[in-house]
């Protein structure tokens, strides 16, 4: 599950992106609306917690482009603003959800944990994808091969890897796709070197090693 904070105060944003990925979630920032849409348009994001004040572009603009391109995103408003009309008109605009500020952080959590419960429930096809003889849970996240009768047991970053690639549905990724998507310090190392030797550890547990092909100046995909 990965989280796009939304916040121009860098003390919360800072405090919340710590908090989120002590709970296992995978996290990034941005500071502005315009941030926020770019990091929309190049990363697989599932849920925003969005400012309602930000600087740039206000978050009720972001939040109407998100709805406008019907992107496949759950929002959650944060905002000063507590009277009931400033939360109705968050929500018409297409928020999944509003908090007031200052909020106590287990609400926030439990307003997530709920997001996620919808998701699940609302489409449950897309909880498990399919590639060849490739099968991800991403409920349990959990990969298999034979179609579904051998678990192959993957660390995070195979997992993200072949998620991402999975989700391309045979499209290719490129090497600063998955980086953005799957590392969370995209200063860590050298990208290629770090995605050409998770691919390789993917390519050995994987019986088929043909499975993920790569071609340069393309990417990699799964055949």
Request: proline share 4%.
């Amino acid at each position: 599950m990965r989280i796009l904070i939304v916040e121009d105060d860098r003390e919360l944003a800072a405090a919340l992106d710590d908090a989120l990925r002590y709970e296992g979630y995978a996290t990034s920032l941005a500071a502005t609306g315009t941030e926020a849409l770019q990091a929309l348009a190049e990363q697989n994001i599932d849920i925003v917690l969005l400012d309602r004040d930000l600087p740039v572009l206000s978050g009720d603009a972001v939040m109407a482009t998100i709805a406008a391109n019907r992107i496949p995103v759950a929002v959650i408003m944060l905002t000063a603003a507590a009277d009931v009309s400033d939360r109705v008109s968050g929500l018409d605009l297409g928020a999944d959800d509003y908090l007031t500020k200052p909020f106590a952080y287990p609400e926030l959590l439990a307003r997530i944990r709920a997001l996620q419960r919808r998701a699940g429930t609302s489409n449950t096809t897309a909880a498990v994808l399919s590639r060849g003889d490739i099968t991800i849970d991403t409920t349990r996240r959990l990969v298999f091969q034979d179609h579904g009768r051998t678990l192959v047991k993957l660390t995070p970053k195979e997992y993200g890897v072949l998620l991402e690639l999975m989700r391309a549905d045979g499209g290719y990724v490129n090497v600063p796709e998955l980086y953005a998507a799957v590392w969370d310090d995209p200063t860590a190392a050298e990208p290629a070197d770090v995605i050409k030797t998770t691919v390789y550890s993917l390519r050995r547990k994987i019986a088929d090693r043909n499975a993920i092909v790569s071609t340069r100046g393309e990417g990699y995909r799964l055949q």
